[in-house]
Structures are given as structure tokens and as C-alpha cells.
């Protein structure tokens, strides 16, 4: 078939940028959708899987935040960030509040043996699941955690994976609430200096 | 660069305290409404705030990436095609050629910018260190470690139990946090004074007669976090202890706990100190 048959808004779905999708995503465009989970799916469900830590739950979850953005697209406002961060947020809100909804209710279902094996921590730096951009973008996120210090990261981690609050944190760490705010603000703006080029560029 | 604080408002340098936290969802809900507030009228705040929650966004992009199955895929793909025509309010609509060119031309601007940003990041990263890759590795394969630590922590069933130090004069405290889920647990200490040079303290499951050594460990600056792995253990221990033991640890404790918890009253044989201490003689035999 020559390329010219094929009209603008079938080539190619998959070079779309995230925000011509999504808005194409308001004409009910199902291939517009299909390539956005296609770029994100596995993205959102590593990130509410790491929350909710067992496969059935992340799966719905994972089910019911891509057919919330199909249903309601323009949930999402393009001027006010870029669509990866707007998910990513979107999917880490929704599973901490299933696990605190939950509450002390909540059990994890017993995972099979192929499932438990795919916890143990294997380092995937160069991921074939996520496209280039992303993965560079990973790359600098890990290369920024690990210059933080582990007292400061792993708070950051609780609250943000854990979706524990500074006073939580202070009784489950066993330290005073004054040093885990502390801890909070100094790894947040390391974070932010590694990740900001204005502020690299004022440090210097 | 200038002070954050400087020439600021006392409402706008509360808000610049809380707003890392606030991102990170880490603020209790009487302590996030009087920011929201704040940030609703204030717009240098309300930009400090975007940069934490955009900061706190990549924080996703570091989990390690899972494959979804595809019958997930399947399962979404359909449920989308069936409400396709279905949603209230819909109307057919062609796109208008001119908005979406406006709209890629855009994000093409927008991608561009920040993949020369992202190039001058990691060539920095590279400049800083030529092993990158290794150091990237080793980064990964630690914050998955820490991540069991921070699982067990965070896990909703997790039960905290506080350690009983023996020493009346020690500033010591550890507390022994258990998550059944995750069959795993995890020790927190403060104020450990540094153990005589050749011994360190060394952790033991125990019950009964028995007691399992876990693991030995040194406290940096009085601290430790311990992690335990029980998911292949076949028996339940009725308590945790922590001795002093010569370096390389021992095959069964051989000085009186410096710390202890029993997990339930029940096993502990009515709470006395010398019943404890006679469960740990039995450990360790005649
Ligand atoms: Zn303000």
C-alpha cells in the first residue's frame, strides 16, 4: 500500500506526542488510546503495583485509570504540565488512597510462585518497555535518588510509595517529627537541584 | 542565588516549609488545607508547589518497570471500544486540521527543549563519572533493597513492637516492626553505644528452646535498620533478642540480650525477667 492512501490520522499513532493523543483521545479516537497505554500502560502499572504490592488490585486499578482518562480526557490540561507527569501523579494519588482506604483491612492475596519471583529486585537500567525519552528520564531519577542520602531518601520514599504522612513516618522510624520534615525538605530540594537545569546553572 | 526566604511574607515562608511535603502527600489533612488556601491566592507559592509535585512526579519513573500482562491490555482495549459511542454528551466531531497541527508543532517545541536539557544532564552525569552505567546499576540494585525496607514500613499491617532494653543506665531503644503480609520484618535502633572493639551486636529469632541467628550489625552514629527476611522460614519465633557477640557473629548466643521483645504475652511465660532470661539459656544449652 503506498504511504499516500493512508490518511494523517491513521499513520502512525505511535509518533504522536502524548498531548496530540490525548486530545484526539476527545474525538473518541480508540487508536489515539490504544497508543497511549501502549506507551504508559506498563509505566502506571509498575507504579500503582509498586503501591499496592499485589497484581489482581494493580490490574483494575490500572484498568480503571485509563478508562477514567477515555471517559473524561479533559481531565487533563495540557497548559499546566507535561501529560507523563500528570499520569504518573494521577496513578501514585489512586493507589495510596486505596491502601489508606483500605486500611488495616486490606490483605494481600497470595501470590503464585511465578509472581513471588518477580519481586526479588533485578536492576533494569536500559528497559526495552519504555521508550527512549522515558528511559533517559529514569536514568536521571536514579542517578539523583542515589546521591541523596538514605536517611532522607527512603523518607521520601515512604511518604510517596508508602503514602505515609511525616507524622507516620516519625513513629514508624523511630525518630523525632522535627528531623523527618528536615529530612523531607533537604531530599526534595536535592532532588529538585538535580533535576532542575535552572538551578544547576545557578549553583555553579 | 537568593535566600528563598528572604523579603518574604511569614504566610508565604509557612507555606514554602510545607510544600515538599505537601507534594509528596505526606502532610496530615488539618496541615494541607490552610496551604491549599495559601496557594490559591498566592502565585509565587503556587509555582513553588508546581515544582515540588513535578519533582515528585518523575519519582515513578524510578520504580522498576513491570510487564503487564497482555490480557490486561485486552481487558481495557475492549471495555474502551464498547463505551466508545456511549459516553453522555458525545458529539462527532472532525478535528480541525489547523488546531492539531498548532498542537503537535507545540509539543514538538516542549520535547525538543527538554531532550537538549536531558542530553546536557546525562553528558554532566557522564563528565561527573565515566562509569556511568556501573554507578547507575549499583544506584538501581540498592534502592530496590531499600525499597523491601521501605515496604515493610509502609505495609498496612505492620506491627510495631517496642524493644525492651536490659540496661536501666542505656539510652538505647529499638523497636521490631513485623509485616505479616510481606512476611518480613524490620529492626529500627537509636543511642546503641558502639560494642568492645571485635564484637558486634547479632539479632535472634527465638522460640522455645531455640534461637536463629539473623544477622550482625554495627550502629552507625547509635542507629541501625535491620531487614528480615522470613518468607522461608518454617517456624514462627515467639520473640526477638539482640546480644553482643565476637565479630562474625556466633551459632548461638552466648551473653545475656542487650535488647529483647516477646511477641505476645502469652509466650512470654508471665513477663518475669528471669523466665525471659531462662528461654535464652535454653538456647543456647547446657
Ligand atoms: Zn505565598
Redesign the pocket.
Same mark, same amino acid.
Given at each position: 500500500m503506498n504511504i499516500q492512501d493512508v490518511s494523517p490520522e491513521e499513520r502512525g499513532n505511535s509518533e504522536l506526542d502524548d498531548e496530540e493523543l490525548m486530545r484526539r483521545l476527545g474525538y473518541r479516537d480508540l487508536g489515539a488510546f490504544q497508543a497511549l497505554y501502549d506507551r504508559y500502560g506498563n509505566l502506571v502499572y509498575s507504579t500503582v503495583l509498586r503501591i499496592l504490592r499485589d497484581v489482581q488490585t494493580a490490574e483494575d486499578m490500572v484498568q480503571e485509570i485509563f478508562l477514567r482518562i477515555w471517559r473524561k480526557p479533559d481531565s487533563y490540561v495540557a497548559q499546566r504540565g507535561r501529560f507523563v507527569t500528570w499520569l504518573t501523579s494521577v496513578s501514585r494519588n489512586r493507589a495510596v488512597d486505596e491502601i489508606r482506604s483500605r486500611g488495616r483491612r486490606f490483605r494481600y492475596e497470595t501470590s503464585s510462585p511465578e509472581e513471588q519471583e518477580r519481586e526479588l529486585p533485578t536492576p533494569e537500567i536500559n528497559d526495552p518497555a519504555l521508550r527512549a525519552e522515558l528511559a533517559d528520564q529514569r536514568r536521571l531519577i536514579l542517578a539523583a535518588l542515589a546521591r541523596i542520602p538514605l536517611e532522607q531518601r527512603q523518607i521520601i520514599e515512604l511518604a510517596y510509595f508508602g503514602g505515609l504522612t511525616q507524622q507516620e513516618i516519625a513513629e514508624r522510624l523511630c525518630q523525632p517529627l522535627g528531623t523527618v520534615k528536615t529530612r523531607v525538605r533537604l531530599g526534595m530540594q536535592k532532588l529538585r537541584a538535580a533535576l532542575t537545569p535552572e538551578v544547576r546553572l545557578e549553583e555553579r | 542565588m537568593r535566600d528563598s526566604s528572604e523579603g518574604?511574607?511569614a =504566610?508565604?515562608v509557612e507555606? =514554602?516549609e510545607l510544600v515538599d511535603a505537601y507534594a509528596l502527600g505526606a502532610l496530615e489533612s488539618r496541615e494541607a488545607a490552610p496551604l491549599q488556601r495559601?496557594?490559591s491566592d498566592?502565585a509565587?507559592?503556587r509555582e513553588e508547589l508546581g515544582k515540588s509535585q513535578r519533582t515528585a512526579a518523575l519519582l515513578s519513573l524510578s520504580v522498576r518497570i513491570e510487564q503487564a500482562r497482555p490480557r490486561l491490555r485486552e481487558r481495557i482495549l475492549a471495555h474502551a471500544e464498547k463505551e466508545r459511542f456511549e459516553i453522555p454528551g458525545w458529539r462527532r466531531l472532525v478535528p480541525s486540521r489547523r488546531v492539531g497541527t498548532r498542537a503537535v508543532a507545540f509539543g514538538g517545541v516542549v520535547a525538543l527543549v527538554f531532550a537538549v536539557f536531558l542530553q546536557a544532564q546525562l553528558s554532566n552525569l557522564r563528565g561527573d563519572n565515566g562509569q556511568l552505567q556501573d554507578q547507575l546499576s549499583a544506584a538501581s540494585s540498592e534502592l530496590e533493597q531499600q525499597r523491601q525496607i521501605v515496604a515493610v514500613l509502609s505495609a498496612q499491617d505492620t506491627q510495631k513492637v517496642a524493644m525492651e532494653q536490659v540496661s536501666l543506665r542505656s539510652q538505647a531503644e529499638s523497636v521490631y516492626n513485623w509485616s505479616p503480609v510481606n512476611d518480613a520484618g524490620f529492626i529500627v535502633c537509636r543511642n546503641f553505644p558502639a560494642p568492645a572493639p571485635g564484637r558486634v551486636y547479632q539479632v535472634w529469632f527465638v522460640a522455645g528452646g531455640r534461637a536463629e541467628p539473623v544477622a550482625t550489625f554495627l550502629p552507625q552514629n547509635g542507629g541501625c535498620q535491620i531487614p528480615m527476611d522470613m518468607s522461608r522460614m518454617n517456624w514462627r519465633p515467639d520473640g526477638i533478642g539482640i546480644s553482643v557477640e565476637a565479630q562474625g557473629g556466633s551459632s548461638r548466643p552466648t551473653r545475656p540480650w542487650f535488647s529483647y521483645a516477646w511477641f505476645n504475652e502469652a509466650s512470654s511465660g508471665g513477663g518475669s525477667h528471669d523466665m525471659r532470661m531462662g528461654i535464652w539459656a535454653a538456647a543456647i544449652g547446657p
Open positions: - | 518574604l511574607d =504566610r508565604c507555606a =514554602r495559601h496557594v498566592c509565587q507559592c
